[in-house]
C-alpha cells in the first residue's frame, strides 16, 4: 500500500468527460465532472441510471480512459496509463466490489483461494499471504467457509468475500458499484460494516454507487451525479448544489416539478451568503 | 490460484475439458503415429521384397577357384572380414544367416565321355533324401538317383576314378525341395554356374562328399569353393538400407578380393534399391495424411479452445480487474489448456503407439517391428507446439478483450471478422485445389499422391460455404416458423441462425465426414482393385507349378485328381524370350476346365471364357501316332524330279527326321525307316533332293498307298484308316506355285508338289486347327486383327487365329495368349524348351483336396501362388498401407469431429439453460424445449452429415482415378473405380446411428438440467 499523504487527494477528476461511440452514435456519459476524494473520504456516488456513475467508476478504476478532461487516481494520471499500468494501479491501490456477488469472484476456487488470487502478485510472499488472507476472511466473517468454493456461499457470504478480496492488497482506494443491491438488508448492512471498517482501521478511501440513500448517507459524503454532471453533494445531512465550471447548477427535482419547471426564466439575485433566485414576472417580479 | 484450483476447474468444465484433452490426444497420436507407422511399413516393405526375391536378390556368393585342398581354409575368413569392413557398424546386427561352404571339382568318367561333378557342401546331408547313409568320412559319396538309375551304381559300390582316390557310394539321393535356400538357386544336381565343375556340362548329377574328400585330396585337385550366404529377412530393417546398400556395393567391388581373384556375386543392392520406390510411394501419403489429420485436430483444438476460453471470459475479466497483468492473465486463461496438452503429450505417444501397434499387426507383415523412433516424439512435440499455438490463436481475442466489453457481451455472434477468416480459409483451400489442377494432379489419369489433398481441400472450402448458407437459409425460414406451427422448430430455426457454435460444427463435420466418405471410397475401390488384379495375375485362386511324373500328360493326371472336371486344369505356361515376342506368355490350356477355375475379365458384350473354350478346341484329324520300332511307307512316283530324292519323315520324340529312303522317278517302292524314342507323332512328310543335287527344287507326284509301323513283331497300320483316304489329314508344307495338290483316292493319297530352290517338299499331317485358335490379350492385337503370330511351346513362331481380344488374359494379364495344350504340345511337336513351366489351376474349394492326389499320383509340386497371397502382398505395398491409414485416420476425425461437434452443441445449449427456464416459467412445456434443441441438432448434424457424404463422394469419383493403389499399373480394363455401395451405406449408417445417439443423449441431459432455480442466476 503507498503512503498516504493527508494533503494528497486519493480520487482528483477535473472536467472529466467519457463518450462512448456505438455504430456511429456518440453518447455523452460524463460531461464534465470535478470531483475530489481525499484520503479517508467516504463518497456514496448517487443518481438516476444511465447518469454516469458507473462510468465514473470504471474511469477511477483504470478500466477506462477519459476522452476529456482529467482523472487523478492514487497520483497516477488515468490518462496516461497503459493496460499495464492501469493493472498494476489496480493491483496496488485501488480494490473493486462488483454488483453481482458471482461476478466478483472465481466460482470454483474457494474463500481463501480467491483472496489469494488477488493478493499474490503484490505479496509473493506464501506465509504472509495465507497469514493476511486468514485475518481478512476473520474480518469478513468467513473464517468457518474458508475452504470452501466460492460458488457455494449465499449471496451475502459471496459479497462479504467479495469485500474481502477487494481490500487484499490493503488498498487506497476502494471503489464499490452496488455491493448491496443484490443483498438483503442484513447482508446489506454486514458489506457496509465491513467497507466502514477498512475505511475506519486502514484509512481506505471509498467511492460507492448506490442508488439506495439510506446507503449513501452512511457514508462521509454523497455525490448526485445527474444527466453526466455533479448536481449535488451531501455532507454531514446537508445537501448542496454544486455549480459547475460553466456556471450551471442543476435544481432538485422536486424544484424542477414545483417551483421552477423547465422553460422558467428566473432572476438571480445577489445575496450576502450567495445567490438567490426569483422567477421572472414580465408583469410584476415575484419571488421564487 | 492454488494447484487443486485447476483440477476443479477442469472437473468443472469436464466436457470442454474431456474434449480438449481427446482433441489434443488424437493430435499428437497422429502426429506421432505418422512416423512410427512409416517406420514399421518401411520394413514391412522391405521384407516382403526381399523375401520375394530369389535368392541371388537377398544373399551373396563369394567363389574363389585354384586348389581345393587349400581354398576353403582361405576363403571364408577372407571374405568375412571383408564384409565385416564394408558394412561398418551393421556388422553386430547379424543380418546374414550361418553361411554355406561347397567345394566343387569334377571327376574324369570315360566311360560316358564326361566328367561327373564331387561336392562338399557344409550340411548338406539334411537336405537330401538320402536311402544309405550320408557320407561322413574322406572317400565317402552319395550318388543322385538319376545317376544312379544311369550309372547302374548302387550303395556299398566303389568307385575308380583316373587318378583319384576311390569313392565308395554310401547312399542314392534325391532333393526334396530343390528351391530351398540352402542350394542358392543352384540346381542341386549340378555343379553351380560359378564352378569349373560347369564348364563342361556334365549329364551326371553331383556327387556329394565329405570335406575330407577333397581337402585331404591332391593338392593339384581344381576346382572351386563358394561362400553362400542369405540375408536373415527378420533382422533387417528399414533403416538400415541405405548404409547395406552401400556395403554390399562396396563388398561386391573390393579391390582387395578382386585382386585375390575372388569373386562376390549379390544382387542385394539392385533389390535394396527396388525397395525404395515401395517407400516413395508411402512416405508422402503418409505425410499427407498426417497432415490432414493433424490440421483437423488443431483446427477442432482451436474451436474447443476457443469455446473453453469464451467458457471463462468472466473469470479472465476478473483476472485483469485483479490487476492481473497480460502475461499473468494469458496463463491465467490457457493454464488449463497448457495442462491437456502437457499430458496430451506422452499418452498420446503412448496411443498412437499402440493404435500403429494394433494397425501394424493386422496390416503388416508379420514380425514387423513398431519402434518408437525419435521421429515420433519430435512429430509429437511439434504437433504439442502446434496446439498450444492453436490455443494461443483462439484465446487472444478472449485475452485481448477489455474487462468492460466482456461484461457488456451478451453471447457470441457470427461476426463479420469469422467471415473473413473463413473467407480466407476458403480462399487457400480453392487456391490449393486450383494448384493441384494446373500441375495436372487432378486432371492426368496418372497417379499421384498430392491428389490426396483434394478430399480434404475439398470438403474445407465446401465445409466454409455450407456452413455459412445454413445460417442463411435459416434466416430465410423466420417467417415461415414464425406465422405458425411448432414452437420448438421455431427456437431451433433461430438457434441455428444465430450461434457461431452451430457453424463451427457444420463446418467441422462436413470436412470430416467427407474425408472419411473419400477414405472408405478409396479404400474399399483399392481393395476391390487389389483382389481383381492379383486374380487377374495369378489367373486363378491357386496356381500350382508343378512336375508331371515322366513320360504321363499332364491333362491326365490332373483328370484323375478332379473327376469332376470343374476344379482343376492343367497348364503349360511358356514366356517367349525371344527379340521378336519377348515377354509374351503362352499359356496352353485343358479350354474346358481351364474356363472353370481361371478368372476372367470381360468387357460387356464380350463372351465368356466358356463360350470361348469350344472354339479354342474345334475338332481336328486325329494325329499320327508312332508307337512301334520302324516305320515304312509304301508310295508309287511319277515324275519325281530330280530322281531319288530323299524321304524322310519327321516325328515329334526320339531320332527325327527318319530317313525313309530314295524315290524313284517313277514306279513303286517301299521305304523304311527306324523309329527311335516313340511313341511320337507323326509331323510331316520331306522329300528332298538327292544329296549331290542339294538346292534343287523337288517336283513330281507320289501316291501313298500305304503307312505301317513294326510293333509288336507285325507291321500294322500307321495312324487312322482314312489318314490316307481324307484330304483333312494333309496339308502343302509350303505355299508353292503352282500350289501342291493333295488328292486322296481309292489307291491312296496322291500328292503333287513342285518346289521352290532350296526348299524341300514337304506334306504335313494335318492334326490341330492352322492356325491355332487363341485367345489374345487386347494389348497385343488391334482390333478387328483376325491373325497374329505368337510362341509355341517349343519357343518358335507359332501362327495364331485371334478368336477373341482378352481385356485381361489371366495369369499374364498384358502380354498373355491362351490356346489349347493339345494342339500347342502338337505345334511344338512335343518339344517344349525347358523354361516351359507345368501348372495346375485349381478353383479354390477343392485345392487342398486336390493337391494331395496329385502329390499321391507322383506330381511334384514345386511352388504355390494364390490370389489371396498375391493380394495380401499388394495390400502390405506402400499404396495400400496408405489408403488403410486413410481410412483410420478419417474415422478418427470423424468421431472426433463427431463427438466435438455435439458437446459443442451442447455447451452451447447449455449456456441458454436460463433462456429454457425462462420459457419453461413462460408456460412451454419441456417436451417442446427438447424438440427445439433435438430440431437443432438433428438439423445441424444432418446438414453437416449429407454435405459431407456429398463432398466425400464427388471428391472419391473425381480423383480416385489418379489415387495411387498399385506399385506398377495394372491393366485399365481390369480396374473399377467405382465405388462399393454396401461400404459407403455401412458408414453412412454408422455415422446417423453414432449422431442419432449421441444428439438424443446430449439433448436429454440438457432438458433434464433445465430448472427454474436457474432464474436466480446471472444470464451468461
Known sequence: MSATVESEPVVHCDGLVQVYGTLGQEVTALRGIDLTVTAGDTVALLG????????????????????????????????????????????????????????NLLANETATGNVMFAQRPAHPGRAASRRRTAELLDAVGLARVAHRRAGRLSGGEQQRLAVAVALANRPRLLLADEPTSQLDRGSATAVLDLIRAANQDQGTSVVMVTHDPVVGNSLSRTVTIRDGRVGAEGQAGQDYLVVSRDGSVQLPTEVLETTLPPGTLVQAVPTPDGVSLHRANLEGDERA | MTGTSWLRGLAQRAGTTTIIFIVALVAVAAAAAGPIYYSAARTSILRDT????????????????????????????????????????????????????????????????????LVYRSAVCPHLRINGRCPTASGQVVVSQSTAKLTGWHVGQQLHFPGEMPLTVTGIYQVPNPNADYWFGNDPGSASQSSNANKDKSP???????????????????????????????????GQVNQLKAAMTAFSQDPALADAQILVNTAIPATLSSVTSGWTSLAIPILLITLQLLALCLLLLFLAVTDAVEGRGAEIALAKLRGRGSWATAVFGLSEPIILLALALPTGVLAGWGATAILSHLLLRAGTPVDLAGLAWGAAVAATLGGLAAAALAAQRTLRRPVLEEWRRSGLRITSRGWVAD????????????????????????????????????????????????PVGCRAAYGRTGRGGSLGTFLAIRHVARRPSGVRAVMVLVTAIGLTTFAVSAWSVGDQNQQRVAATEVGAPTVLTVSAPSGQDLGTVVAHADPSGHQAAAVESYTSTSSSNAGLTVLAVDPRQFADVATWTSRPGQPSLKDLATQLAPSAPAPIVLNGSAFRISLQAE???????????????????????????????????????????????DLGPPTSQLGSPVSGTITITGMQEYRGGHWVT????????????????????????????????????????????????????????????????????????GAGLDGTALGLKVIARAVAVPGAPANGVIVDRRYAELAAGQNSTPTTVQQVWLAGPAQHAIEGRLEAAGVSVLSSSTTDQLAATFARQGPALSSVLFLADAAAATLLAAGAAILDLYLSARRRRYEYAALSASGVPFRTLRRAVRTELALLLGFGT???????AVAALVTLRSVPEFLTAPPAAVVSYVPPVLPLVVMLVVAVAVLTIAAAAASSTLIRGVSLDQLRETPT
Open chain 1, 48 to 103: 438516476p441510471s444511465g447518469a454516469g456513475k458507473s462510468t465514473l467508476l470504471w474511469l477511477l478504476a483504470g478500466l477506462l480512459k477519459p476522452t476529456a478532461g482529467r482523472v487523478v487516481v492514487c497520483g497516477r494520471r488515468v490518462n496516461d496509463l497503459n493496460s499495464r499500468s492501469a493493472a498494476a494501479l489496480r493491483l496496488h491501490d485501488v480494490g473493486v466490489v462488483l454488483q453481482n456477488p458471482g461476478r
Open chain 2, 718 to 789: 500307321a495312324g487312322p484308316q482314312q489318314a490316307l483316304t481324307s484330304a483333312r489329314y494333309w496339308r502343302p508344307g509350303h505355299q508353292d506355285d503352282p500350289p501342291d495338290s493333295i488328292q486322296p483316292g481309292s489307291g491312296g493319297l496322291s500328292w503333287s508338289f513342285n518346289s521352290r530352290n532350296f526348299q524341300d517338299a514337304i506334306l504335313t499331317s494335318v492334326n490341330r486347327p492352322y492356325p491355332l485358335p487363341a485367345v489374345v490379350s487386347s494389348a497385343l492385337v488391334s482390333p478387328g486383327q483376325t491373325q497374329a503370330t
Open chain 2, 946 to 952: 449429407v454435405i459431407g457424404v456429398i463432398i466425400g
Open chain 2, 50 to 117: 526381399i523375401a520375394t526375391q530369389p535368392v541371388s536378390g537377398r544373399g551373396y556368393e563369394v567363389n574363389e577357384t585354384g586348389s581345393l585342398a587349400t581354398l576353403l581354409g582361405q576363403l571364408p575368413p577372407t571374405q568375412q572380414q571383408r564384409l565385416n569392413t564394408a558394412l561398418g557398424g551393421l556388422a553386430r546386427d547379424k543380418l546374414f544367416g550361418p553361411p554355406v561352404y561347397s567345394l566343387e571339382g569334377s571327376l574324369p568318367l570315360p566311360l560316358y565321355e564326361s566328367t561327373i561333378p
Open chain 2, 639 to 685: 515324275k519325281v524330279n530330280p530322281a531319288g530324292a530323299s524321304l524322310s519323315a519327321d516325328v515329334t520324340t526320339g531320332s527325327s527326321p527318319v530317313s525313309l529312303g530314295a524315290v524313284p522317278a517313277k514306279g513303286t517302292v517301299t521305304l523304311t525307316g527306324q523309329l527311335v524314342g516313340c511313341p511320337c507323332v507323326l509331323q510331316d512328310l
Open chain 2, 423 to 470: 473467407a480466407v480459409l476458403a480462399t487457400f483451400s480453392l487456391a490449393g485445389l486450383l494448384e493441384l489442377y494446373i500441375s495436372g494432379q487432378v486432371s492426368s489419369a496418372k497417379p499421384g499422391t498430392l491428389i490426396l489433398l483434394v478430399p480434404g481441400l475439398l470438403g474445407l472450402t465446401v465445409a466454409v460455404i455450407a456452413s455459412r448458407l445454413l
Open chain 2, 204 to 238: 551326371l548329377q553331383n556327387l556329394y562328399t565329405a570335406r575330407s574328400t577333397i581337402t585331404n585330396g591332391p593338392a593339384t585337385f581344381q576346382g572351386t569353393a563358394l561362400v553362400d550366404v542369405v540375408l536373415n529377412v527378420d533382422r533387417v530393417t528399414g
